[in-house]
């Protein structure tokens, strides 16, 4: 195990590459990290648990190397064993295509500029998976390696979705989102509705949520949308998404 916590440290070591027995490591707070070099976590074949959130890296471009380049989250597909990840990824379009949570069990994982939030880390850790979401784009851009994190997330933080206005459609609910306890939206100028009308036909429901947070949704009509001869939306529904 090695932690290295509330340290001035900008770099990286890549001599943190011969610990190839490592299973758990700790940069959690290194504000001013900046840099981990190309190829150290491709050695650290052991590890189990990776904690790097609250850092200044900007991950690298998988195949663009060079002596001041910085690692790629490619490399993190070479940790059979990781099951933990604490990360923040300040865009998304650097998460390459075969890339694959697929092994994790317990994660706090940032896409996006995460300047908007207020978070409270403690709290987070009281669940096994979050995934805080700030694309400025359409959730239906995202990858598979990100929709297996939705399946498993427990929380799931939203902001700046743009260019829909439905959020979630009934087969995305089927198919993820089943294990979500806290559902935080802020920010979708254009979004009218959470959730696509299933007609009826099949009753789509959030089972496991405790929690949910509706915030900066100008535009909000209601929670549920009414597909053409469905039951009109009553005044009270619309007056409860209408509340300043």
Known sequence: M????????????????????????????????????????????????????????????EGHSSQESNSSLAELNALSCLTALEIQIPNAKIIPKGFSFEKLQTYIIFIGESSHWDW????????????????????????????????????????????????????????????????????????QYILEDSDGVQKIEFLQLESLTLQDLPNLISF???????TSISPQEIALFKQK
């Open 2 to 61: 090695l932690t290295i916590r509330r340290s001035d440290i900008d770099i990286l070591p890549k001599e943190i590459g011969q610990l190839t027995k490592l299973k758990r490591l700790s940069l959690r707070s290194c504000y001013k990290l900046r840099r981990i070099s190309p190829g150290v976590f491709c050695k650290l074949s052991r590890l189990e648990e990776l904690y790097v959130n609250e850092t200044s890296v900007e991950w690298g471009e």
């Open 120 to 191: 409270d880390w403690d709290w987070a850790r009281e669940y096994s998976s979050t995934l805080k979401l700030s694309l400025q784009t359409n959730i239906r851009f995202l990858n598979n390696g990100v929709r297996v994190l939705l399946k498993k997330a427990e929380n799931l933080y939203m902001d700046e979705v743009k260019g829909v206005k439905i959020l979630f459609h009934e087969s995305e609910v089927e198919n993820y989102y089943q294990q979500l306890k806290n559902l935080h939206i802020q920010n979708g100028e254009m979004v």
């Open 224 to 230: 549920c949308s009414r597909k053409e001869g469905s």
